[in-house]
């Protein structure tokens, strides 16, 4: 069966210029143009898409999952070619994708999440989290032509059939309409079931806020694993981007503070012992909600294994940081960085799992093919001289017990 379930069709593009001038959620609120959208916006934030382009596919000793924020599909030809050619990667069973956009000028106004399991003919699920009022933020503003269906979402991908779909809304920590980059809407953790020939397996993916302190990372987790606490008990797997940089970053002013106790604490230990291990200390209490919960963590991830760069050089990541940061502090980070070549990496992108068989390097599948892997973040992806994300992709090889 090939075919996609659409329910993100809005009329709401001529609208965003007007509402892009208010500023702050309250005055929103009532604002008599916002007030007449409001049914119209809400349908598209409660809504999904489900997309079905898998042929029927074969029982398998152990299954590979990864989890890789793509940053938007900006990179989108870079992605295709990593998913369908990369080694490790191309073997992937199920796919969990945070940060996915449908009609943004960022990434080709695609509908990323769908174009991607169209080629590589997977079955897909999509949530939107916001409504974009403008390009983005820092570089993304210089992208040519406009937004069309301008929704910004995370999204779930699979080789086999899915089923019982769920939405998770997440409270948001900033207000989204103060800013530069003003959106509608907050983050949404997604679940949904593949239904594997060995038995069903419930798939969550979540993406908590980036511009967020530690005790709100870990009140967006709390919500995320009691609500799926409450459905059917089935072995599960959770993966996504956590934001788990140790830093509160709600407000500049409190991420410079942070910054200045990491470099009394020694800027190479908490390089070394606290940003690729954020769960030892930091935020220790979101990954303790993991264990209260069930969810195995520890085994299910290369130990000390950071997911996301940061070079003082790479004028990119700059312009996005300096929309967080005053320009002033980057003097700072770049003496603080100084021993360390001007790089900087943070574990933040994260599985876990319950009731689920984790498949290491070594095991012997003789009626297998593939090799597999023990969980590790597949770094330094490249497609002709350019990253296809920020982010680096891990993965982890289970089976159903």
């Not at 080629?119 to 210089?142: A, C, D, R």
């Not at 940089?245 to 470099?263: E, K, L, M, P, Q």
Request: overall charge neutral; proline content about 5%.
């Amino acid at each position: 069966m090939s075919e996609s379930i659409l329910t993100l069709q809005h009329d709401l593009n001529p609208h965003f210029e007007e509402l892009s001038r208010v500023e702050g959620s309250k005055a929103l609120e009532q604002h008599p143009l916002y007030q007449r959208l409001y049914s119209e916006i809400q349908k598209i934030l409660h809504g999904y898409e489900v997309g079905y382009f898998a042929p029927e596919a074969k029982e398998k000793p152990f299954y590979r999952a990864i989890t890789w924020n793509v940053e938007r599909g900006i990179e989108f030809d870079g992605i295709l070619d990593t998913l369908k050619n990369h080694p490790i990667l191309k073997e992937a069973d199920l796919l969990l994708l945070p940060e996915t956009d449908l009609g943004m000028a960022r990434s080709g106004n695609r509908n990323v999440a769908k174009e991607i399991a169209e080629e590589l003919k997977l079955n897909y699920f999509f949530v939107p989290t916001y409504i974009n009022l403008s390009k983005g933020n820092g570089h993304e503003i210089q992208f040519d032509g406009e937004n069309t269906h301008a929704i910004h979402g995370n999204a779930i991908l699979s080789r086999y059939p899915i089923e019982d779909f769920h939405r998770i809304p997440l409270h948001n920590n900033k207000d989204k309409m103060k800013g530069k980059e003003k959106r509608l809407g907050y983050q949404q953790a997604l679940a949904c079931t593949a239904v594997l020939p060995q038995g069903k397996v419930r798939l969550i993916c979540a993406h908590l806020d980036a511009h967020s302190s530690k005790r709100h990372r870990y009140d967006q987790m709390q919500t995320i694993l009691k609500y799926v606490d409450r459905l059917e008990p089935i072995p599960s797997l959770f993966g996504g981007d956590l934001n788990t940089n140790t830093y509160n970053s709600r407000h500049a002013a409190f991420a410079i503070f942070g910054f200045w106790v990491r470099v009394a604490m020694g800027v190479r230990y908490v390089m070394s012992k606290h940003y690729p291990f954020p769960d030892k200390f930091f935020e220790r209490f979101l990954f303790k909600s993991f264990e209260k919960y069930g969810f195995d963590y520890k085994n299910w991830n290369e130990p000390g294994a950071s997911t996301l760069h940061y070079h003082v050089e790479d004028i990119k990541q700059f312009k996005n940081l300096r929309d967080i940061i005053p320009e002033w502090c980057f003097k700072f980070i770049e003496w603080a960085l100084k021993e360390q070549g001007g790089k900087c990496s943070f574990k933040i992108d994260w599985f876990a799992a319950k009731g689920l068989k984790l498949v290491r390097a070594g095991e012997n599948f003789s009626n297998h093919s593939i090799i597999p892997t023990s969980p590790r973040v597949v770094g330094d992806l490249e497609f002709q001289g350019r990253k296809p994300s920020d982010h680096d992709a891990i993965v982890a090889d289970f089976r159903i017990n």
